[in-house]
């Protein structure tokens, strides 16, 4: 048992990944995860930097976020 309580905070950011399942809204994810990577520019250490999507779904992801990121 610790002797003591100290309190601690870390900064323990790794790549941000997020991973889109095949069975949700592309759009709604692409819309959300843009928001999420572009978030304080791009600057926030929990911003989104890697984006794994599902291949059934891939395509109309992509459309939709480069939308999404168009309309920035």
Same mark, same amino acid.
């Given at each position: ?5 100290v309190?601690l905070?870390l900064?323990l950011g790794?790549k ?6 095949d069975? *949700? ?11 999420? *990577? ?5 600057q926030?250490?929990?911003?989104v ?7 059934k779904?891939?395509?109309? #992801?992509?459309?939709? #976020?480069?939308r ?5």
């Amino acid at each position: 048992m610790a002797a003591r309580m100290v309190r601690l905070q870390l900064e323990l950011g790794g790549k941000d990944p997020t991973y889109v399942a095949d069975d *949700a809204d592309p759009k709604a994810a692409a819309e959300s995860l843009a928001d999420g *990577a572009m978030y304080n520019t791009g600057q926030s250490c929990c911003s989104v930097e890697r984006i794994y999507v599902h291949e059934k779904i891939h395509d109309a #992801f992509v459309e939709a #976020f480069v939308r999404a990121v168009d309309g920035m």
